[in-house]
């Protein structure tokens, strides 16, 4: 009989990589082999595709049957090879035409009866899969609406190895993706909802306009939970691309929300602070899955109680923020996770954090103390840092500003930040190296005096003067001005005293 190949996607990460499934039915003693390099559920799978096949009415060959999983030196795991590896089978036993096999990638899981059900990271599979030339994919029915969101490649939705069979014999139609609905993007929580505190406000401003971190110090009820849920608002929408990203990410974690249009809003992030160490980066056994910081990719992540989490917890987040990944090794592999989000902690004065300072009863060693739990390396990579108060009256409430106001003045912020570094590749300041600030866009040297003063006094760190460098540009954007001047600098030193905090 001759060998017949067909495709499936093995996915690294969020990278999927096309694999050619070759399958040779010969003469031997009825054995299954199968070859490259896959994990304990591939295995599995070959007990699966054979129960699938027969139940659904085909007959399986009686004979030795080797299939090898190319590029052999890829680790291939999960289930989602089932259906390739079941239709190869029937291609080399001469059910199928191989020149329908040709150019189409088979994804999903197969039930004992041939049902077909749906696997994580369907999205990034067909990324891969279009980007490697392929014209078409057959998709379990499940998963038909994230399938749909991946443009230039057709794609079908099965509900069963007997429908993919009569599809690829010519003999029936699968059903097609329906059309993409437009993103209903609900109204964000107010930012008017915020009593006082205009400190606090002005810093999440500037965070979201220039894309900087941001510390919320304060007693319980202040807002700092209030702050942080609107931040997302203020951010401008995802592009596309940014979106499909995101997508892909939630596709290999499983949080993918089922059927709708490709969402374009920023996510917003916030897990708890009993979380481990793999939740928070990504982990598990075999290839690592994402964690919340690459969750939260091109969004906010919020650490709320932040002197609760691990000091480990803490300090493993350095990497994220300064480039914008995080890598993971593991005996299967080391996998790479986008993480470029922007990190807002909140946390009380002190471990008694009552209403008032004034009633605290904690001595001064362990507020100190408690506050020192966000290490000086951490701190020095968060821009921003803002003391919020208690509330005295509520004769305000109807003052503030609101999310449209201020967004505005946010996404006009953005424009002239991304028409300033656009030529260089970047859009935001925070994004700006620190060399490209202190040169082809040096500022004068009595407009930097209050930065030369601050590291001369130990005040600063290299970084956290070209940190207050970039604050000091996003102020300067905020305000519409070509540049920053010495008030603007003395402002960004102002959101990083550590006295703030």
């Not at 259906?83 to 035409?97: D, R, S």
């Not at 939705?157 to 993706?177: I, N």
């Not at 009863?361 to 951490?378: D, K, Q």
């Amino acid at each position: 009989m001759p060998i017949v190949r067909a495709y499936a996607v093995a996915l690294v990460g969020v990278d999927g990589h096309v694999v050619e499934i070759e399958a040779d039915v010969g003469k031997g003693l009825p054995k299954f082999h199968l070859l490259g390099l896959p994990d304990a559920s591939l295995h599995e799978s070959k007990d699966r595709v054979r129960a699938a096949v027969v139940n659904s009415g085909f007959i399986w060959p009686s004979e030795k049957i080797v299939l090898a999983l190319s590029p052999a030196t890829l680790r291939k795991t999960g289930s989602g090879f089932d259906l390739a590896l079941a239709c190869a089978v029937l291609g080399a036993g001469e059910v199928l035409p191989q020149a329908e096999l040709e150019g189409t990638v088979l994804l999903g899981e197969l039930a004992l009866d041939g049902r077909l059900r749906a696997v994580r990271g369907m999205l990034p599979c067909l990324i891969a899969a279009r980007d490697a030339g392929m014209r078409r994919a057959v998709v379990p029915e499940a998963g038909l609406a994230e399938a749909a969101l991946v443009e230039g490649i057709e794609v079908h939705g099965a509900a069963c190895l007997a429908d993919v069979l009569s599809f690829l014999q010519g003999a029936c139609a699968l059903r097609s993706p329906e059309p993409q609905a437009d993103d209903v993007v609900p109204d964000p929580p107010d930012l008017a909802d915020v009593v006082g505190q205009d400190d606090a406000r002005h810093a999440i401003e500037i965070a979201a306009a220039g894309g900087h971190h941001v510390l919320l110090v304060g007693p319980p009820g202040t807002g700092k939970t209030m702050l942080a849920q609107r931040f997302v608002g203020l951010l401008p929408r995802l592009a596309p691309q940014e979106a499909l990203a995101l997508a892909a990410i939630r596709s290999v974690a499983g949080r993918l929300p089922a059927g709708g249009a490709l969402s374009t809003v920023p996510p917003f992030v916030a897990p708890h602070h009993s979380s481990s160490m793999a939740a928070l980066l990504g982990g598990g056994s075999g290839i690592a899955r994402p964690g919340a910081v690459s969750l939260a990719h091109r969004g906010v992540l919020f650490l709320d109680e932040a002197p609760e989490w691990g000091a480990s917890l803490l300090d493993s987040l350095r990497t994220p923020l300064e480039e914008g990944e995080v890598r993971l090794a593991r005996a299967d592999g080391t996998v790479q996770y986008p993480a470029r989000f922007q990190l807002v902690l909140a946390a009380n004065p002190c471990p008694c954090a009552p209403a008032h300072d004034r009633d605290c009863v904690c001595p001064s060693l362990v507020r100190r103390r408690y506050l020192g739990r966000l290490s000086g390396p951490l701190l020095d990579r968060v821009d921003l840092r803002a003391r919020m108060f208690p509330v005295t009256a509520l004769a305000a409430t109807g003052h503030a500003e609101g999310t449209a106001t201020v967004r505005a003045r946010v996404l006009a912020a953005r424009a002239a930040a991304a028409e300033r570094w656009g030529a260089l590749g970047f859009r935001t300041n925070a994004e700006v190296p620190g060399p490209v600030l202190r040169t082809r866009f040096a500022l004068p040297r009595g407009v930097v005096r209050p930065l030369d003063a601050g590291l001369r006094a130990g005040q600063l760190t290299a970084r956290g003067a070209d940190r207050a460098l970039r604050i000091a540009w996003t102020l300067a954007d905020l305000a519409g001005r070509d540049r920053p001047d010495e008030d603007l600098v003395e402002t960004a030193l102002f959101f990083r005293d550590r006295r703030a905090a």
